[in-house]
């Protein structure tokens, strides 16, 4: 049995539809994430989960126990916003504290071993004494973070907690997040519209558009078999192109790079070149005027000459061509 189940969930605010019978799962210890667009209903399922929304029809149940009807102060769980929302008069350890100080069945000991055991685990315990306006973008958000572990919550729901961020300190404070996740065992579900952190941080992608379901898949599955062309457009680059019968898709890596001595299935004419380290990523247009990207390793891209308005020889492999029907 799941420990976090969603079923056919539907919310309407006035006219709008923000979910038509959405139904999500989390298996303990997972860490699931909501990916989609901004406005696809991601946000609304999540405040949903914490009770903070209440759903029109369909229900939640937590490991095993049906919660739709519950608020939010009796689910359980913690909550980390965008925001950080940590009270700026209240040092590091006293945001932490001020949330343990309400669990009346805690003595003051344990009160006080709790905030020093996340502080460590969140590597802040240096800082303990420092104000939020003291400290950087990412170590406000380990705070909240801490805050929202240090009650010992039985799943944890993240709403877009690295939006705000740089793109350094959103990459280190993936990892920082999946580390303590996974060192807790906690069921974790975060909204996100950044594909890159649905596909570094996940055990499953929940991908969501105008207010359903469009796949459930590990980030492998998401990536490599998309089941329609949103799903296969929203994550990652890929090429489209129409054949009679129906529209092919490929990832840019899975284009294989030929010359005209050797077998291969299309001609384009090179747009532009970017060259990317390792990578080199090559722009282009094929005859019937159709746009295709293609990533090469640099090496590759210099033994064959690639340049600007020259003509590029391309190979499709079929194992790596989807197909969709029109």
Same mark, same amino acid.
């Given at each position: ?12 605010? @006035?006219?709008?539809? /923000? $979910? ?8 303990? +210890?997972?860490?699931?994430? %909501? ?110 973070l801490a805050r929202a572990i240090a ?8 709403? @877009?907690?690295?939006? /705000? $961020? ?8 993936? +990892?920082?997040?999946?580390? %303590? ?67 092919f898709a490929i990832r840019p890596e ?43 390793p640099s090496r590759r891209a210099d ?24």
């Amino acid at each position: 049995m799941p420990y976090l189940e969603v079923k056919n969930v539907t919310k309407r605010f @006035e006219n709008q539809i /923000a $979910l038509k019978s959405v139904s999500v799962e989390a298996e303990k +210890g997972e860490l699931v994430c %909501i990916l989609g667009p901004s406005g696809c209903g991601k946000t609304t399922l999540l405040r949903i989960i914490a009770g903070l929304e209440s759903a029109d029809s369909g229900s939640v149940v937590i490991n095993g126990k049906d919660c739709t009807y519950l608020p939010p102060t009796k689910r359980n769980f913690g909550i980390v916003f965008q925001s950080y929302a940590l009270f700026p008069n209240m040092t590091v350890k006293e945001n932490i504290l001020f949330g343990l100080r309400q669990k009346k069945e805690l003595g003051k000991s344990e009160i006080e071993n709790r905030a020093a055991e996340v502080l460590r685990l969140v590597g802040l315990y240096e800082h303990k004494n420092k104000y939020p306006l003291q400290l950087s973008g990412g170590q406000q958000q380990r705070t909240a973070l801490a805050r929202a572990i240090a009650l010992s919550p039985v799943y944890l729901l993240l709403d @877009e907690p690295l939006s /705000a $961020l740089d793109a350094k300190v959103r990459a280190k404070l993936r +990892g920082d997040i999946c580390h %303590i996740q996974r060192s807790l065992g906690i069921t974790t579900i975060m909204v996100t519209h950044d594909q890159e952190e649905a596909l570094t941080m996940s055990d499953r992608i929940i991908v969501m558009n105008n207010a359903v379901v469009e796949q459930v898949g590990t980030p492998r599955e998401i990536y490599d078999k998309p089941l329609n062309p949103f799903v296969a457009n929203f994550i990652g680059t890929i090429n489209f192109y129409k054949v009679s019968g129906g529209i092919f898709a490929i990832r840019p890596e899975k284009i294989e790079l030929t010359t005209r001595k050797e077998h291969y299935d299309h001609i384009a004419e090179i747009k532009r070149v970017e060259f990317k380290g390792a990578l080199t990523r090559i722009y282009g247009q094929l005859p019937q005027q159709t746009e295709i990207c293609v990533d090469v390793p640099s090496r590759r891209a210099d033994e064959i000459g690639i340049k600007k308005n020259g003509m590029m020889f391309l190979k499709f492999p079929a194992e790596h061509t989807i197909k969709y029907s029109v």
